[in-house]
């Protein structure tokens, strides 16, 4: 049975590739928040309208379901990978195998940590550290209009440990904060950028020391899934999470834009995840024989209480 559907797939792209039809094998990391979802969506609805035969995976958000669907691309012979890698280090080897068999990887959402940059084409995605550097200076701002002073504790609630946003948003986040030594993070751990972790880390960060010492609360969350967690055990805990603290998070999800409406919840600062079009126009000027840019970065905002109620159907229409 085995030989039987390793055959039909070998057959399979032996059709596509006399049709001239481009295979994409896509090495989802996961499904961990309503921004994947849209991303995946994305990924998968823009194959489908350009013509594409795409192979998808979805990795449950662990490492080495990922190099295993890498491999089985390069074993199947794409004619590209499209790679968001769960986190930044261990894929040198893969890469290497990927690029031996001439088939260029395009790193799509986050990067990778390696001493050769040949061995992927190409990043398509966020900046994440200016990401931060917005979280940050958004703070900041409204800090010095609400108080006249920039002071604060801040709890942080960190994504996968190791994955690019993570170590970016934080680092962005920190470069801007360095400047004001009243403004400090007091606690700081992982959700995994999920809702219900998040939940988890707030309900712990409430029982801590430094928050019941904490004068002005602030909360950082890496994604809006993890803070939309938060104050589901802010309310829990008889918090009001508008009022009693700042909440700052990342992706502009549409539930994040109707926790800001509802007064729940401050700012979030986008994180665009349908990059499917200029994805698939990268793949398609690969194919052609093309070069294409080293870095492609989407184009984001950043949204607050004072336009997310209005901008709310608008964003509910894109994901």
Not at 2 to 11: E, G, W
Not at 83 to 102: D, I, Y
Not at 241 to 268: L, N, R
Request: aromatic content about 8%.
């Amino acid at each position: 049975m085995r030989k039987v559907m390793a055959f039909l797939v070998v057959m399979a792209i032996s059709v596509s590739a006399m049709a001239g039809q481009i295979t994409v094998g896509f090495a989802q990391l996961g499904a961990e928040s309503m921004w994947r979802t849209a991303n995946t969506d994305s990924i998968k609805g823009e194959a489908a309208s350009r013509g594409i035969n795409l192979i998808f995976s979805d990795a449950q958000q662990k490492q080495e379901n990922q190099i295993k669907a890498v491999q089985s691309f390069i074993a199947q012979g794409v004619d590209v990978i499209g790679l968001p890698p769960v986190v930044n280090s261990g894929w040198e080897p893969v890469l290497r195998e990927a690029k031996e068999a001439g088939i260029p990887v395009i790193l799509a959402d986050r990067t990778v940590d390696t001493s050769d940059d040949s061995l992927y084409v190409s990043f398509i995605g966020s900046n994440f550290i200016m990401e931060g550097e917005s979280a940050g200076n958004w703070l900041v701002r409204e800090l010095k209009a609400k108080y006249g002073d920039v002071k604060g504790e801040v709890f942080e609630l960190v994504g996968t440990v190791g994955a690019a946003p993570a170590i970016d948003r934080k680092k962005g986040f920190e470069n801007v904060i360095a400047s004001y030594p009243n403004l400090n993070i007091v606690k700081s751990q992982s959700g995994d950028f999920t809702r219900a972790q998040g939940k988890e880390v707030m309900e712990a960060f409430i029982k801590s020391p430094e928050w019941t010492k904490a004068q002005t609360k602030i909360i950082y969350g890496h994604n809006d899934d993890m803070v939309l967690g938060a104050i589901q055990a802010l309310e829990e805990a008889g918090v009001n999470p508008g009022k009693e603290c700042i909440i700052i998070g990342v992706d502009a999800i549409a539930d994040a834009f109707e926790a800001i409406a509802q007064g729940k919840m401050h700012v979030t600062v986008e994180c665009n995840p349908l990059i499917g079009p200029q994805f698939y126009d990268m793949v398609e000027a690969l194919v052609a024989g093309k070069t294409i840019p080293k870095i492609v970065y989407s184009n984001e905002g950043t949204y607050d209480y004072y336009c997310a109620a209005a901008l709310l159907p608008w964003r509910r229409s894109l994901y």
